[in-house]
């Protein structure tokens, strides 16, 4: 045998070791693995989930293999935690090992690792860190931050009594008071309602959070390395993205050149005089791309969730009216009408508080929750899950487990409710997740909850166009997202 046709049977021979000892190691490893359906190259079990209910298509394989098992969707391989015992004692009895972020292709495409949501490592503790701390001293929590969503709620109300009484879309009409509160926050100023910009970055937001809860994509959260470049409905979503970011960059030059280090007026000027104290440090993370992407995952998240539920929890009432007249009833005998809600009032109101409750819990806004990733080789429940692995920790089967909710598929405000009509805490609803990973807005988002809530009950009762036989409570989408149907309202002043 000639020398080159010798070296290339030595090369061959050693690549089929190689890939081999790799098979091998991969079937050892897999082994350790929690159970699963059996993938097939590259499309992985595509064919046992819809993409068009991939939270429904999750249960369904939990029904076989149990609270913790292997999917492989495309090429991602993904432990699936379901039902309450699992998520808590993986989010909170190891919440260091499972504190990861995984993949969230539509959203990591425009951020790319960077910000406060969708970030790892030092880089997502820092930014979190700073987030949290820097939303509290804006009032997050506070006194403060009430009596901005109480002046928000001014011009809420105001848009309601425009609609005289007429059928009416509560879509934009939400989002845009929901979002103004942390507008203010992030950029130092309210929006008017009928301000282009403004709309154009509320029905941003909304477009991305339709689009991650189709069937489409679902396919690209599967399969984006090569889905990003083919044509479809991401180029129109990703170019609004785009915009989000550009408006934002606008935002961060106007701010720099008007900044006070001594007096910083939002979010924005607080990462810049955080960037100026780093400058020096060649291993920070606090530089414009991280300064951009969080605050438009503050933005974004600050805005779709909050106005989502409450969209979803209108629907509910306008399909349970007496659900609606107990809650007014409430409201007339703790708060009358002669002054605005406010925090206070929330622990002698049981009633309602349980109906906000209940809207969230069924609306299950992010039934898959934000994936995971395990930080370490992490031991689970007698399996081996090695480090980088992904992990979904299913919200919606916490919400919906059976042994924490009586009926866990029907809309009732008695899950939060004792015998004796009092507020009854529930260790399952966490709607906001829980561990290390946990939405750091919660406190906001239930402050805003309950007081746009309150305010627009103690101001209107609701009408639908249609019997309330005939409204369909069943969402819209479900995807990464839960999106309830487009419907139209009235809105009659009291």
Same mark, same amino acid.
């Given at each position: ?11 061959? &021979?050693?690549?089929? $070791? ?36 991939? =939270? ?14 292997? &999917? ?5 391989? /993904?432990?699936?935690?379901?039902? =309450? ?9 190891? #919440? ?35 987030? &949290? ?98 044509? *479809? ?9 785009? *915009? ?25 000027? $607080? ?78 109101? %049981? ?17 898959? *929750?934000?994936?995971?990733? /395990? ?15 992904? /992990? ?35 260790? #399952?609803?966490? %709607? ?6 946990? $939405? ?27 019997? %309330? ?20 309202? $009235? #809105? &009659?002043?009291?």
């Amino acid at each position: 045998m000639d020398p080159l046709g010798a070296a290339t049977l030595f090369l061959v &021979i050693c690549l089929s $070791c190689l890939m081999v000892l790799s098979t091998w190691r991969q079937m050892h490893r897999k082994s350790q693995m929690p159970p699963g359906p059996t993938p097939l190259p590259f499309i992985g079990n595509l064919f046992q989930v819809n993409t068009s209910d991939m =939270y429904r298509s999750l249960m369904k394989i939990h029904e076989k293999y149990g609270p913790v098992y292997t &999917i492989h969707l495309g090429p991602r391989r /993904v432990v699936v935690l379901c039902g =309450y015992d699992a998520v808590k004692e993986a989010l909170v009895n190891q #919440a260091e090992e499972f504190s990861g972020r995984g993949e969230q292709s539509a959203f990591d495409w425009i951020f790319r690792g960077y910000g406060v949501a969708f970030s790892n490592g030092e880089r997502a503790k820092q930014l979190r860190r700073f987030s &949290i701390m820097t939303l509290r001293n804006f009032g997050m929590g506070k006194r403060s931050v009430e009596e901005r969503i109480l002046e928000e709620t001014h011009f809420l109300l105001e848009s309601l009594r425009e609609t005289k009484s007429a059928p009416f879309d509560p879509t934009y009409v939400l989002s845009r008071s929901v979002s103004n509160v942390i507008s203010s926050i992030a950029f130092g100023n309210r929006f008017e309602y009928e301000d282009k910009e403004f709309l154009f970055l509320l029905s941003t937001s909304l477009e991305i959070f339709q689009f991650t809860s189709t069937s489409w994509g679902q396919l690209y959260d599967m399969f984006s390395g090569i889905m990003q470049h083919l044509p *479809g409905p991401q180029d129109k979503t990703f170019k609004k993205l785009l *915009g989000l970011k550009e408006f934002i960059k606008r935002k961060v030059k106007e701010n720099e050149e008007t900044l006070d280090p001594n007096n910083p007026r939002d979010f924005i000027d $607080c990462f810049l005089v955080k960037m100026q104290q780093e400058k020096e440090n060649p291993n920070s993370e606090f530089f414009l791309e991280n300064l951009v992407c969080t605050t438009a995952n503050l933005f974004f998240g600050g805005t779709e969730t909050v106005s989502t539920t409450l969209r979803y929890g209108f629907l509910l009432l306008l399909k349970y009216p007496e659900v609606e007249e107990k809650v007014h009833e409430e409201i007339e005998r703790v708060i009358g009408s002669s002054r605005t809600p406010n925090m206070d009032d929330r622990p002698l109101m %049981p009633y309602t508080d349980a109906v906000i409750h209940e809207m969230q819990r069924f609306s299950d806004m992010l039934p898959l *929750g934000l994936a995971r990733r /395990v930080t370490r080789d992490t031991q689970f429940r007698g399996y081996t899950i090695p480090k980088g692995t992904e /992990v979904f920790a299913l919200l919606g089967s916490v919400l919906r487990d059976p042994k924490h909710f009586a009926r866990p598929d029907v809309f009732d405000p008695q899950h939060f409710l004792d015998e004796n009509g009092q507020f009854k805490k529930n260790e #399952a609803f966490m %709607p906001f997740s829980t561990g290390k990973r946990y $939405c750091f807005g919660e406190q906001l988002a239930r402050m805003e909850l309950f007081l746009f809530f309150t305010s627009i009950l103690q101001n209107f009762r609701f009408k639908s166009p249609i019997p %309330p036989e005939k409204i369909d409570i069943s969402p819209m989408l479900v995807g990464f997202a839960t999106v309830p149907r487009f419907y139209e309202m $009235c #809105a &009659i002043p009291l």
